[in-house]
């Protein structure tokens, strides 16, 4: 064999070692460099996951959240829809974070489609989410203003406290916790969380004008305004938005001697009484240790659970 060849194949072999040690000398310096340490808690919450991948909780991937969720104050540890509530208390209990919770609220729905007989396309065939039914052309309801029936609040509730029954949401208080995952998921904007202390509510958000909203529904809210003018406490008005609202203070304040004349006044029977009305007054708030379940005293650092 030619010297001269040999020559320069043990020069190549050289130069590409030596290439190859300069390189591999410079990965491991940045490595070492700019290595992260890994957090053991965050650790903890990706196992604590059920690792669905869904990307409900709005982080890319389970691992997201639970970087998230360890690293960041503002992040929610009842974000994991899969896993819900149980899934919730283990995250709380880790990083130390209070459940986002409201004490003695509901979520509340504020149409009433199914009593006031609103037609239903029964030919709707795009996508099965009411994001895109609305988008597409505001859902298959004759009321444009109404619950589209998809079930996106269901999904969205952690836990399952909400039942899809006839194409329609029911809310159940003993496991509503308030969070208002569901309020933030309907695309209509007709379910708010509501004080179990209400004593009325106007299940209706349509913004038709009277002659529309009788032509589509048989209790639709028409703004005749006779709550307003009949309520002794003032508390029914309109809002930005011309809608009524009812200020729960006001009315619990002035209390029953009104004889709830708003129901009364009402010509189109959408002014009730609050299906989830609780006295509130003898019912200490129950705290408890979110990992044993164990009564603990207030002062104590863990969340606050109704029971």
């Known amino acids: 064999m030619d010297p ?59 691992e997201g959240y639970a970087v998230a969720v360890v690293k960041e104050p503002g992040v929610s540890p009842n974000l994991c829809f899969p896993g819900k509530k149980e899934v919730a208390e283990i995250i709380a209990n880790l990083t130390g974070k209070e459940l986002d919770f409201q004490e003695n609220v509901v979520a509340t729905v504020r149409c009433s489609c199914l009593e006031g007989n609103v037609e239903r396309n029964p030919n709707y065939s795009g996508l099965q989410t009411c994001s895109a039914a609305e988008l597409a052309f505001g859902g298959p309801l ?43 998921a309907c695309p209509k904007n007709i379910i708010e969380l509501t004080t179990v202390l209400a004593r009325v509510y106007v299940p209706c958000t349509t913004m038709d004008p009277a ?3 009788k032509s589509v ?19 029914f008005s309109l809002d930005e938005n011309g809608m009524i609202q009812v200020d729960h203070v006001k009315c619990n304040a002035y209390g029953p001697d009104c004889n709830e004349l708003c129901i009364d006044a009402c010509p189109r029977d959408i002014v ?16 408890v240790d979110l990992a044993s379940g164990a009564p603990k005293t207030p002062d104590s650092e863990i969340s ?4």
């Open 4 to 62: 001269a060849l040999v020559g320069l194949a043990v020069n190549g072999i050289v130069l590409l070692g030596s290439i190859g040690l300069v390189f591999g000398a410079g990965l491991g310096y940045a490595a070492h460099k700019f290595a992260v340490e890994a957090d053991p808690l965050v650790d903890e919450v990706l196992e604590s996951l059920p690792m669905a991948q869904c990307g409900g909780c709005g982080f890319p991937g389970c």
């Open 142 to 184: 004759g009321c444009q203003y109404g619950c589209t029936g998809l079930g996106e609040c269901r999904d969205s509730c952690p836990f399952d406290a909400i039942t899809m029954v006839d194409n329609f949401p029911r809310v159940s208080p003993e496991l509503c916790v308030g969070c208002g995952l569901c309020v933030k």
């Open 211 to 213: 002659k529309k909203c």
């Open 217 to 235: 529904c048989d209790i639709g809210c028409i703004y005749c305004k006779a709550c307003i003018k009949k309520c002794p406490a003032d508390a």
């Open 272 to 287: 009730l009484p609050y299906p989830n009305h609780r006295d509130i007054a003898a019912e200490p708030i129950t705290v």
């Open 304 to 307: 606050t659970t109704r029971h």
